[in-house]
């Protein structure tokens, strides 16, 4: 195996260099007045999730290692390490990346542990640092088995999912407006990931791409920003809190609560678990797809448009 | 797994850089809540079409309670940060009231904001506005 894929993992290794483009942004920011806004609660916040996320996951993800180097030893074929596998297995990275997310925003249990990167009213270079402390018990790790199975050995599938994640550090900005058109057209960019943040109706569980944004396009889930209806970042019901624990968990709590209620049957409960978030068994609350519908109910004009 | 202390200080000495840089350039702007302006946009965007009654503004500006002439009727406005978070009230969000002095302790279900106290002038606005919250979640139940 390569040195390269060994040792230190490569988020780490980036993260001075995204502590050096946080600052610069602030700086960039404050000499043009305009392209993003920083408050030091949430952007404190926000590096001690990346920080947390860090450690816990850098425990955990050995499970996760684990789990795909098995599957990785049950492989028929290993794939040798070369240029052209690396290259292969950074795109099938990418396109089970965009289904793990697409899971992650229309499963609750996966929304649980996913929502801790939406939870700010902000979009700035520190909101891609806000990560789960939960992705070992998200699920998430299942959906990489089948490239494992395909002979890409697991350390080579985390190099690359690490560089799928250094690549989405940087669209996490305000500063920058729009790329090249080609450069729009084929891959993520600042402008695609700020409709993924917003919560305006029409781009709620829009652009789940990592860094090639023709997977939405593909599956049908791309939303173009527009200037008339600008981002609104946060969640449908925002945190009251700067709390990281109550940010990492609150929706474990909520799932509990909700599941735990009196008087529901097992199909209620579980769906409360595992169905789209905003699912109420007595509709209390509104999934993404209602308030699109209400949306569209008071505004019949935008009927069919993008995302609605 | 990396050298934890690696990851840790470092991480923890970032955190106080920018929260230093932001801090002296200037650039976030927290909510205070000196006029109604701020509650009126807030409630404008998350409930399309309220019409609100009356907004009282806790005497520490950093929270408001809303009056709506229709659904949802009552909401609790907060200052987080240079941002606000909403929630409606209602007898299911609301876990009980507090009044003590000139000041309301509202605590409500809910995990991120558990609890939120507004201030008033004096005692007797207190007692009023409370009883008239019991009103509206009253009003609003039977609506």
Same mark, same amino acid.
């Given at each position: 195996m390569p040195e390269f894929l060994q040792g230190t993992p490569v988020t780490i290794l980036a993260a001075p260099f995204f502590i050096v483009l946080i600052l610069a942004e602030i700086i960039l920011i404050r000499v043009r007045g305009t392209g993003g806004e920083y408050e030091s609660k949430d952007a404190a916040t926000s590096v001690f999730m990346g920080l947390g996320s860090s450690v816990i996951n850098g425990i955990t993800?050995?499970?996760?290692?684990?789990?795909?180097?098995?599957?990785?030893?049950?492989?028929?074929?290993?794939?040798?390490?070369?240029?052209?596998?690396?290259?292969?297995?950074?795109?099938?990275?990418?396109?089970?990346?965009?289904?793990?997310?697409?899971?992650?925003?229309r499963c609750r249990w996966g929304w649980a542990s996913h929502v801790i990167h939406h939870s700010s009213q902000h979009y700035n270079l520190t909101t891609a640092l806000r990560q789960t402390w939960t992705g070992l018990i998200s699920g998430g790790v299942f959906f990489f088995i089948p490239i494992t199975l395909m002979g890409f050995h697991p350390a080579l599938l985390g190099f690359c999912y690490?560089?799928?994640?250094?690549?989405?550090?940087?669209?996490? !900005?305000?500063?920058?407006?729009?790329?090249?058109?080609?450069?729009?057209?084929?891959?993520? !960019?600042?402008?695609?990931?700020?409709?993924?943040?917003?919560n305006n109706p029409r781009y709620l569980d829009a652009n789940y791409a990592g860094v090639f944004i023709t997977w939405d396009k593909m599956f049908g889930t791309f939303v173009?920003?527009?200037?008339?209806?600008?981002?609104?970042?946060?969640?449908?019901?925002?945190?009251?809190?700067?709390?990281?624990?109550?940010?990492? !968990?609150?929706?474990?709590?909520?799932?509990?609560?909700?599941?735990?209620?009196?008087?529901?049957?097992?199909?209620?409960?579980?769906?409360?678990?595992?169905?789209?978030?905003?699912?109420?068994?007595?509709?209390?609350?509104?999934s993404s797809r209602q308030i699109k519908t209400d949306y569209v109910t008071r505004h019949p004009e935008h009927k069919g448009e993008p995302g609605l | 797994m990396p050298d934890l202390l690696l990851v840790v200080l470092p991480s923890l000495f970032a955190i106080v850089l920018i929260v230093l840089l932001i801090r002296m350039t200037g650039i976030a702007h927290p909510v205070v809540l000196e006029t109604d302006v701020p509650v009126e946009k807030t409630i404008a965007e998350h409930f399309e079409g309220?019409?609100?009654?009356?907004?009282?503004?806790?005497?520490?500006?950093?929270?408001?309670?809303?009056?709506?002439?229709n659904a949802p009727g009552?909401?609790?406005?907060?200052?987080?940060?240079?941002?606000?978070?909403?929630?409606?009230?209602?007898?299911?969000?609301?876990?009980?009231?507090?009044?003590?002095?000139?000041?309301?302790?509202i605590s409500l279900h809910d995990f991120t904001w558990p609890k939120m106290h507004l201030d008033f002038t004096d005692e007797a606005v207190r007692v009023a506005e409370e009883s008239a919250i019991h009103a509206a979640i009253k009003e609003h139940a039977h609506a």
């Open positions: 993800g050995l499970a996760s290692g684990a789990l795909l180097l098995l599957a990785y030893l049950l492989a028929p074929y290993k794939m040798p390490f070369n240029w052209f596998t690396l290259l292969t297995c950074f795109v099938l990275v990418d396109f089970t990346y965009y289904w793990i997310h697409r899971y992650m925003h690490g560089l799928n994640l250094i690549y989405q550090f940087w669209f996490h !900005t305000e500063v920058i407006n729009k790329c090249p058109r080609w450069f729009e057209a084929i891959m993520n !960019t600042p402008s695609h990931h700020r409709v993924h943040h917003a173009a920003e527009r200037n008339s209806d600008a981002p609104r970042y946060g969640l449908v019901s925002d945190l009251g809190t700067f709390n990281p624990l109550r940010v990492a !968990t609150h929706e474990y709590v909520g799932i509990i609560k909700d599941a735990g209620q009196k008087g529901l049957s097992l199909k209620q409960r579980l769906w409360y678990i595992f169905a789209e978030p905003g699912w109420c068994h007595d509709d209390g609350r509104k | 309220a019409r609100i009654d009356r907004i009282i503004r806790s005497a520490d500006k950093f929270g408001a309670l809303v009056y709506l002439n009552l909401v609790l406005v907060r200052a987080i940060g240079d941002r606000m978070a909403v929630r409606a009230l209602n007898a299911s969000t609301i876990k009980s009231l507090e009044g003590d002095g000139m000041s309301l302790g």
